[in-house]
């Protein structure tokens, strides 16, 4: 698919669209932390998280790592 995009365009398309997905997501987490450190620092968050801590250790994970490491492989 990766290789001729044209002969899978509806599957390619797709494919890009959950990486954009992937990415803005990733955009919001990082504007959380930085939105929940300016207003509780580093105190603990809802739920009893460890707050903006916690929140530092989502920022790598992805929706669809497959995806991503497909990018490396080609």
């Known amino acids: ?3 001729d995009p044209t002969k ?3 599957l390619f398309a797709t494919s890009e669209s959950l990486l954009t997905h992937d990415e803005l997501f ?3 987490r990082r504007h ?3 939105m929940v450190e300016r207003q509780i620092g580093s105190k603990t ?3 009893g998280s460890a ?3 916690y929140l530092r250790t989502t920022l790598d994970k992805r929706f669809y790592p497959e995806l991503w ?3 490396s492989y080609l």
Do not use: Y
């Open 1 to 3: 698919m990766m290789r």
């Open 8 to 10: 899978f365009a509806e």
């Open 26 to 28: 990733a955009l919001w």
């Open 32 to 34: 959380h932390v930085l």
């Open 45 to 47: 968050g809802t739920g």
């Open 51 to 53: 707050g903006a801590t």
């Open 69 to 71: 490491d497909l990018r």
